[in-house]
Every structure is written in C-alpha cells, then in structure tokens.
C-alpha cells in the first residue's frame, strides 16, 4: 500500500471493563460529562442507543437526529438480526479520556427504553489496535488527521453540498489502502454527488477486488455503475464526442442487464445497513 497519506502520531490508552450477568464485557462512555456503561459488541455496525438515554442526549445537545425522525436506516446486530433504527449523530464522547467526535450511532425505532447500549464499529474502525486482557480495554486511535477525515464523512454523511470536501479527505487514505468498507462506501457516494465519475468507477472495482463481506449486493453496485456512465456518456455528447458517447450508453445498459440478471438479485448481507446510511 502506498504511504501518502497524512500521518500523525496516535497514542494508546486502557480502560476498565465491567463484567456483567450475562459474562458480556462493559465499557463507561463519557458523553456529555455523563457516564454510560456500553456493552463491548464487535458484531454490533455501529453504536446502538436505546430510546431513554438518546432523549437525554439530544436534551443535553450532544446528540442530533439525523435528516429528521424520518430518516431510517437498517443495523446489523452481533446475532445477524437485522434492526429499524433511526440515525444519530453524537457531537462528542469520551472512553478512557480519549474523545472521538462526529461518531455515528443508531436509535432502535422499536427499542425498549432500557435496550442495552452497545459499542460497535463506528467506535471500533477508527481504532488502529485494540485488545482486552482479562477486564482490561487496551487501544490505540489513528492519528488526529485520519480521525478528522472519518468524523467529516460520518458528520456531513448526507449533506450533498459536503460530498466535495468528504472526497477530498477520504481520497489521500483510500489511494493508501487505509480505508474501510464503510469509508470506501462513503467515498463512493461522495465521489457520485460530486460529479466525479471517473474517480467513482475506479472505487466501484476496488469494491468488487475486496470482496468485503459487508459489501452491498451486486445489483446495488451496477445500478451505481450503470448511473455513472450515463452521466459520462451525457457530458461527452454535450463536449461532441459523439463516439464516446455512444460506448457509455452502452455500458450503461450493459450494466442495467446486470441488474435484472438472476444472479445479481441474490443478496448478500451487510453491515450498519444500507450500507452505510446511504439513502
């Protein structure tokens, strides 16, 4: 992978873990000068919030909605199962006096109010190590450029006008091999409302060589690539390069045959749904 990426040095740090009843593992989250016990869940796409703690949360305003009440999405959970959550938005959260700011989390739309809190992948990506020795949480975040640049994307995740600044952040990190499923899921979409498509292709093949199991189905994917050679294909006809124009219309009903094709419509899972907040 190429080194062209910023680089700042990152520290580590440790924190106490609870156990509990159920042998799960706790961590306190500071959040608004308040702590909250999360359980420790690698299965779990994003942080999860349960209705009482999120109302005090947006009370306190460290936590927004995000697009609305309206705006859903779907998170996976450690078991497979598949949840309606509402998207949020939480400004700034402590572990260990290590604060990460703009962390995604979600708000089960059917949750009890006493649902456990969980510590997923929203927290755990922007880790460069982490372990847990007996009850204790050891880890180490990337570095504060890295860290700005995911929080961008995450903070601005579905504002259009940010999809300019999003690309330019995540670019340096995706051309060094850095980034995640989900952040090169981000860097697509903000790559798309950009306008520039030819950056977007190349991402769209980096996907299929990953074979992230996480990754959007098949059918999600050409119908992102039909679209984008479209596009290309409009703004060559519009400069008079009929020619080429021609070839992407042809790609681009190439890719919409994909679509309707058998094998495309067979799913396959994904994590922090849709993926990624993608609406």
């Known amino acids: 992978a190429r080194s062209d990426a910023p680089n700042n040095q990152a520290q580590g740090y440790e924190v106490q873990l609870v156990d509990s009843d159920t042998r799960n593992k706790h961590v306190s989250v500071e959040i608004g000068g308040k702590e909250y016990l999360f359980t420790f869940d690698t299965g779990c796409s994003s942080m999860a919030l349960n209705r009482r703690v999120l109302t005090e949360l947006r009370k306190a305003g460290v936590a927004v909605m995000q697009a609305g009440a309206e705006n859903k999405a779907e998170v996976m ?5 598949t949840k309606q959550s509402h998207s949020v938005m939480i400004k ?19 949750d009890r109010s006493d649902a456990p809190l969980l510590l997923g992948q929203s927290i ?6 982490y372990s847990i020795e007996g009850c204790r949480l050891r880890f180490e975040p990337y570095e504060d450029d890295y860290q700005q640049a995911l929080a961008l994307a995450d903070h601005h995740r579905q504002e259009r006008d940010h ?9 340096p990190y995706y051309r060094a091999g850095r980034l995640s499923c989900y952040y090169t899921y981000r860097l697509l979409y903000a790559l798309q409302q950009s306008d520039a498509y030819s950056d977007a292709l190349e991402v769209i093949e ?18 992102i690539e039909s679209l984008l050679h479209y596009n290309i294909g409009v703004d060559h006809y519009n400069a008079d390069r009929y020619n080429e124009a021609l070839d992407c219309a042809a790609r681009a009903k190439q890719c919409a045959q994909a679509i309707r094709s058998p094998q495309a419509k067979q799913k396959r899972p994904h994590e922090r749904g849709t993926p990624y907040y993608h609406t």
């Open 77 to 81: 959970m450690s078991n497979g199962e």
């Open 124 to 129: 755990l990506e922007r880790l460069r190590t």
């Open 163 to 171: 999809a300019p600044q999003i690309a330019e952040a995540l670019m």
């Open 206 to 223: 980096h996907i299929r060589q990953q074979n992230w199991k996480e990754s959007r189905d098949e059918t999600d994917l050409a119908d």
């Open 92 to 110: 700034s959260l402590k572990i260990g006096g290590c604060e990460f700011t703009n962390v995604a989390a979600q708000a089960g739309v059917n």
